[in-house]
């Protein structure tokens, strides 16, 4: 096999599944009809975790293989790194079983000859790979596919209702299960199953004798979905029982107990793939989660406002009981909380060189060996201990801001943040300020005598703390002084009507007084109902995250088993390398766009990915 599609044969199938399992992109219409868009939801069976649909995966995949996007991230040290992860070797292990026991290898061009017109794949186990595909083909060209070019290596095989099939038994998972993988042609169609029973049932949904389609578990979040009209891609999951899954736990960044997720029974989206970018729509089914309030007309020019003056700005409402939330918010943008990992808490980088630690307090998987690919797909393994979720120290910073903000009645909050360097040196400062808009006056002397108490505390010795003042510049913005001591980066604030900016620097708090003052209100293209705005220029950020990964991503110690045709090489930098290579190949997109509106029982999403016109940056 040439090493090109080596490199790449699963390349596909893991994008599909990880498309799957991570980008929880897609859509469907409350108008749900025959021409909705969604036929191959009503041939799949119910139970899946999640359903990934193409209109035309033929073309989507060829444009693929074509872009630039695809040639930088297959050249990428993320790319190289992912492919020496537990998930890519248990993954790799898994299709090399299915491709051994039919004498088909999955590359790239035997996937393009699979790919029909509108496509689709559910998902019902991760750890078993158990799924079904389903594609438009004509007989003509599904007869012409390396699976049925290898038609002698499978039985045939009939339903209870009279369908054919083709069946092959197979042991995978190092022989500890046992699976079959299945092709049908039914008119017009391409079926593949990693299950006989998923084949079977699939095909009495194309006959019409059985009533287990999908789409009737899809329906009631079609049903708030509304303005759906499928485009490039859809996708509907079953969150709940995503989360339930061990690989979705141990792999999905921001892990399964994340509480952005508490509350959704299901999600929807539409991805649309244009000139200028792409568009993404999600509708959310939820159940039991607060609604925020929407942005009140006089509060959307102050947020189109903010959102103009940052690299990152987002921008919510919320309640006048947030005081609490705000006043962390705030204490963080002064003085950053420097995060140390707990003993017990494993490490949640995994790659195949990982060894498990004999002596770790941590519990039975402190590193990942074998006995991790093994539990992971065990029924009766034993589960995790949880860990209970440590007490935060109260700050008294915290403390006395949340007892200005109750008072001050917070009605809007923005986060704001950017990056900056200078080329003659090698550091990198992240700028980070919060603006809050404020129902009643903000109490600034107070302001000021809590943070001159908090900077004592924290930056003197005690008996040496020197007398702590504030001046305001000829702008307006204040910040604190003492003698013989720099506090230019203890904190900043400035007042503008009924916002109160504070930044964790005097010069950026300078910078975003000049922005602000100089942005004009534009009219808003927002939902009646949103709450949440975001925009991340990712063109602006990157240089200063490159830099500083530059800096701080030096090699491992341990080296790494080189992949076949490779030479051999040092482990790859997290933060150096990975990391640094994953923000080269996004560098494709300029800005992104979010917001979120909510009602009872859902929330509804709109992201715009827009492309840069000019070409990437290197960040030196």
């Avoid at 736990?249 to 792409?278: K, M, N, Q, R, S």
Wanted: aromatic fraction near 8%; glycine fraction near 8%.
């Amino acid at each position: 096999m040439r090493h090109g599609d080596w490199a790449r044969r699963l390349s596909y199938g893991l994008s599909l599944l990880l498309a799957v399992v991570g980008a929880l992109v897609s859509a469907a219409d409350r108008r749900a009809g025959a021409n909705d868009g969604l036929a191959l939801a009503r041939a799949l069976p119910k139970g899946a975790l999640a359903y990934l649909q193409a209109r035309d995966f033929g073309d989507l995949f060829a444009r693929w293989r074509k872009s630039q996007l695809a040639n930088r991230y297959y050249a990428s040290d993320s790319y190289r790194a992912f492919r020496r992860s537990r998930l890519w070797a248990k993954l790799n292990e898994r299709i090399r079983e299915f491709e051994t026991g039919v004498g088909v290898t999955l590359t790239e061009n035997v996937v393009a000859q699979m790919a029909g017109k509108a496509s689709a794949i559910a998902l019902y186990d991760m750890g078993k790979l158990e799924l079904a595909f389903i594609t438009e083909l004509s007989a003509a060209q599904a007869a012409a596919t390396p699976l049925l070019a290898r038609k002698s290596a499978f039985e045939t095989r009939t339903t209870a209702t009279g369908q054919t099939y083709l069946a092959r038994d197979l042991a995978t998972d190092g022989g500890r299960l046992r699976q079959g993988l299945c092709v049908a042609t039914p008119p017009g169609k391409l079926v593949v199953t990693t299950s006989e029973a998923l084949m079977q049932r699939t095909l009495d949904n194309l006959s019409g004798t059985g009533e287990d389609a999908l789409f009737s578990t899809m329906a009631q979040t079609l049903s708030i979905a509304d303005g759906f009209a499928p485009h490039d891609v859809t996708l509907w999951t079953d969150v709940p029982r995503l989360r339930k899954q061990p690989y979705f736990g141990y792999y999905w960044v921001h892990g399964a107990a994340a509480t952005e997720l508490d509350g959704i029974e299901a999600t929807l989206a539409d991805v649309e793939f244009a000139g200028d970018g792409v568009q993404e729509r999600r509708w959310s089914l939820t159940s039991g989660r607060p609604v925020p309030a929407a942005f009140t007309p006089r509060q959307q020019p102050l947020a189109q406002r903010l959102l103009s003056v940052a690299p990152f700005v987002a921008v919510e409402t919320v309640k006048e009981d947030a005081a609490e939330r705000v006043s962390a918010v705030a204490a963080q943008v002064v003085f950053p909380p420097l995060r140390s990992m707990p003993s017990a808490e494993p490490p949640r980088i995994r790659v195949i060189e990982d060894r498990f630690d004999t002596g770790a307090s941590g519990g039975r998987y402190q590193r990942l060996d074998g006995r991790f690919d093994r539990d992971l797909d065990d029924p009766n393994a034993p589960p995790l201990a949880a860990r209970p979720a440590a007490a935060r120290p109260l700050d008294p910073l915290e403390g006395e801001l949340a007892a200005l903000l109750r008072d001050a009645q917070p009605t809007l909050v923005a986060r704001l943040g950017e990056t900056s360097f200078d080329n003659s040196s090698p550091f990198v400062t992240f700028e980070r300020a919060v603006a809050i808009r404020c129902g009643r006056p903000f109490n600034t002397k107070a302001f000021e005598a809590g943070l001159s108490r908090a900077i004592g505390q924290r930056l003197f010795v005690a008996g040496t703390v020197p007398q702590i003042t504030w001046e305001a510049s000829a702008t307006g913005v204040a910040s604190p002084r003492a003698a013989a001591t720099a506090l230019d980066r203890c904190g900043a604030y400035f007042v503008s009507d009924d916002v109160v900016v504070i930044a964790g620097s005097v010069a950026y708090a300078e910078r975003l007084k000049a922005r602000l003052s100089a942005a004009t209100s534009v009219q808003p293209d927002v939902s009646a109902t949103a709450y949440r705005q975001a925009t991340l220029r990712l063109r602006a950020l990157a240089p200063g995250y490159q830099r500083v990964m530059r800096i701080i991503g030096f090699r491992g110690d341990a080296s790494l088993t080189p992949l076949e045709n490779e030479p051999a090489d040092e482990s790859i930098a997290f933060f150096g390398q990975n990391l640094l290579s994953l923000l080269a190949v996004t560098e494709a997109f300029d800005v992104v766009t979010i917001e979120s509106a909510a009602e009872a029982g859902r929330v509804v999403e709109r992201v715009r990915y827009r492309y840069a016109t000019s070409p990437p940056t290197t960040g030196e």
